[in-house]
């Protein structure tokens, strides 16, 4: 049975303050931990949030990419709620509740008229706060029958929506991503259908140690895994910055940076933790062969906007983006192609991790953590915080 360590600033022996040591006998066989370890493990879990916890609804989600909302009716479930979303003649992006109350028929099945939804089964018409403004079955409409109206923001290829009461909707909390909109960088965008929980997701982007396994035939390399990393944790904020320095870049960042030599580049990293609803991911590679005041910085971002559709299924929107190689389609194409592999291999990674998490049975169920694991491990305590402090017990 491997020996543990405790972590430094903890004093509660519960699983999250232990690490693997690196040194055990390899001639002691492994075991399962014993019963007072898991329990303590699953006491640990529960301090966390995971694919249970309700979501937090004060606060701004991607709805969409700008270019899906037309004047025409999208029906698209978010947190759990099913909304429609259209823009009116003038462009304004409305986001209305997807159910008319006379018999709770999806509005998106019905008919977008004049910057109004005509609901199709009994032909009720709703304008974009909601209102009910037409009946066609009787003469006068009866007021307080209408429905819910949500609160969007449309900036740069992305529209936000605040999903809790409009009243607290605040922009300050929508974390600026000024290289999104920038002519100075070149960017690609995509979408992806996760089968697991968005908490998941952002656990998986907080620790990129992944990058050598779940990624090895795409974007990851051997040596990343082992690479120096420093964690930041604190109030909101999870951030984990990796240095692989000298490394052999794949094919996707090699190729357009022209840093195709063995051990030629660094890849610097810092991937973190931004909001509910914004993963941002940024590289800078260079040449450690050249002197530190002549070598040009090649830097990507990546901006991974989870929102979640259920409790076990995620809307996954994706903006990347590069200041280097500009107006050049083909590299665009060519990074966008390669970077969507690497992607799908999380999606279809944490759809099997979803698979064992719903057949386990409760009482068998628990997870270990190591010391890579720290912020994210304090990102899931902050999202737990977060739902307790809106719909507190």
């Not at 709770?104 to 109004?116: E, F, H, I, K, R």
């Not at 005509?118 to 003469?139: K, M, T, W």
Request: charged share 20%; proline share 7%.
């Amino acid at each position: 049975m491997p020996c543990f360590e405790a972590l430094s600033g903890q004093d509660e022996p519960t699983w999250e303050t232990y690490t693997v040591s690196r040194t055990f006998n390899p001639q002691t066989p492994m075991t399962r931990p014993l019963p007072a370890v898991i329990a303590a493990a699953q006491n640990a879990s529960d301090r966390m949030a995971d694919r249970h916890t309700p979501f937090v609804m004060n606060d701004w989600y991607v709805a969409a990419f700008a270019e899906e909302i037309k004047e025409e009716l999208l029906g698209r479930t978010l947190l759990g709620r099913q909304l429609v979303f259209y823009r009116t003649s003038t462009g304004q992006v409305v986001a209305l509740e997807d159910r008319c109350p006379h018999r709770s028929m999806p509005l998106s099945a019905g008919t977008l008229t004049q910057d109004t939804i005509v609901c199709g089964y009994h032909g009720l018409r709703f304008n974009a706060e909601g209102d009910c403004i037409e009946v066609p079955s009787q003469a006068n409409c009866p007021k307080n029958v209408g429905i819910r109206s949500y609160r969007t923001h449309e900036r740069g290829a992305v529209v936000w929506i605040w999903m809790g009461e409009a009243e607290l909707a605040d922009l300050s909390k929508l974390p600026p991503q000024d290289w999104m909109e920038s002519g100075e960088w070149e960017r690609s965008q995509g979408y992806l259908s996760l089968q697991g929980s968005y908490v998941r997701l952002h656990e998986n982007l907080l620790d990129l140690t992944h990058l050598s396994f779940l990624h090895a035939k795409s974007f990851g390399t051997p040596d990343y895994a082992k690479a120096a990393f420093e964690s930041v944790i604190g109030d909101g904020q999870f951030a984990l910055l990796r240095n692989v320095v000298p490394t052999t870049l794949p094919p996707v960042w090699a190729i357009p940076t022209g840093l195709t030599g063995q051990g030629q580049a660094a890849r610097i990293v810092r991937s973190e933790f931004r909001s509910l609803g914004l993963h941002e991911v940024s590289v800078t590679f260079y040449d450690c062969n050249l002197p530190e005041n002549e070598r040009p910085q090649f830097r990507i971002r990546t901006a991974h906007m989870p929102t979640p559709e259920t409790a076990t299924s995620t809307h996954y929107f994706i903006v990347h983006g590069r200041d280097f190689a500009l107006g050049n389609p083909e590299t665009t194409r060519f990074m966008h192609d390669q970077l969507f592999v690497a992607f799908q291999e999380d999606v279809d990674g944490l759809a099997l991790q979803e698979q064992a998490l719903a057949s386990t049975p409760p009482e068998d169920l628990y997870e270990f953590s190591v010391a890579a694991d720290a912020p994210a491990v304090a990102m899931r305590r902050y999202v737990l915080a977060r739902q307790r402090q809106e719909a507190p017990d």
